[in-house]
DNA sequence: AGTTATTGGCGTCGAATAAACACCAACCTG
DNA sequence: CAGGTTGGTGTTTATTCGACGCCAATAACT
């Protein structure tokens, strides 16, 4: 951060990077308390701009690893963000990504520019109000993940590397918002062979423990080569149920 | 085009609008000989800077209407490109955007900067040097159309307003690079009730002339809203002969 | 030790959807 | 009027999807 930034302003561009993270059922996103103006005190998504001789998926990564220290992780642009007056200060154009974290795996560094970090629930972060227009990112990039979800196994992202099928399609449920048949998710998952079963069972909880499973990367690629689709589908009586439900609430 | 370039040196962005017809039976691309340094001869897309004021979907319409005096277009934001060295004089970062548009409804307005405006089959495009990034800009664009294309009917933006089936079965094989079955096909388009049926016939061909039809963009709406998945499969069939093809073709 | 509470794990059948397939009709041309 | 070209149509089979209920394994409690 050692630029100055009125080089910068007048015509400059960022890179904002949604962070999502799965942790006790819910979906996550990481959002950092503004410490400055503009916005100050309110919650934003990560960012930066973008430094002159950096490309700009160099400056999500950084973003990324500045805040979690994180390095490999599975990271995707959604959308640019350049409204005249999105940013009050000039004209700030912001490319958007976001990056699927398994939160077990690091411990939050917050960085230097930045008061105070949190994971949030994605559904209270979408109301709440948050810096810039970054409540319309987030829900870009939240569609995005979710649409992404459904054709690509990139869920397996956000899991710890050992997990039981229960833990895969809570996870799922979440993503898709949708209530999935147990045993159909289960047929249709393991008919994939994307997961190897590891052989050993979940250790302290209080009920028959489950299999752990991984995921199977190299198989992953290696269908993925060959043409192949990866696809998730709600149980239609569920879907009836959680309609009804929207409806009533209402 | 009065802004003085020099303002946005160092460090700008652009957008690049990529224009894809349909004609002939094949897929086309909107195509710009450049008259100046740097790339000077080459074939680039159409783009330019973004004016200072300028929201980013408001330079991508200007483009297009620059070129093709055409307003109400499908267009749709893809990807953003930012690499530090693709642009020789300086760092500038492009906002790639397609859109769609019937070549029928108008003759193309070569615009000041560019020499030459040439419809070229995508295909050609792609494997012909480009100017800049822009193969892999319109690589990428192509991807996101041929995948959009499946899941949403905007395939009836590059069709005239008034179209047989067959034609749309072309366009469709066109842009899923895919043999579809006649019979199939055309029940599943008319299963959607997205199409009107004109009662007007074709006239002029040398052969039994079809029946016309045109998308009923609001029967569209109403169908989207109540949550509709459109989606066109590829004859199994045919796609063995077309991999085998492609196998013999190495 | 036995009971209770909780989650894990499994197979079948009916319904819906997708895919293969071939012939006659209409029009133009020469 | 014969030949060439494209238009238009239904049925059967194979595959996929979706609904559905019960016993097993473990920990906690008494």
Known sequence: MKHNENNFFKSAFSVDNIIFGFDDGDLKVLLIKRGASPFKGLWALPGDLVYPNEDLDTAAYRVLEELTGLKKVYLEQVHTFGAVDRHPLGRVITIAYFSLVKISDFTLMPSSFAQNVEWHTVDK???????????????????????????????????????????????YES????????????????????????????EGVPHRPAKLYKFDKERYHQLEA?????????SKKKEKKRRLAELIAQ
Chains 1, 2 share one sequence.
């Open 125 to 171: 972060a979408l109301k709440s109000q948050l810096a810039f227009d970054h409540n319309d990112i987030l829900n870009t990039c939240f569609n995005a993940l979710t649409h992404r979800v459904r054709i690509r196994p990139v869920g397996f992202e956000l899991l710890p590397p050992k997990f039981t099928l229960t833990e895969l399609q809570h996870l």
């Open 226 to 234: 060959h043409g192949f689709s990866f696809e998730v589908k709600e």
């Open 175 to 202: 993503l898709l918002q949708a209530g999935l048949d147990k045993r159909n998710f289960r047929k249709k998952i393991l008919s994939m062979s994307l997961l190897v079963d590891l052989d050993e069972l979940q």
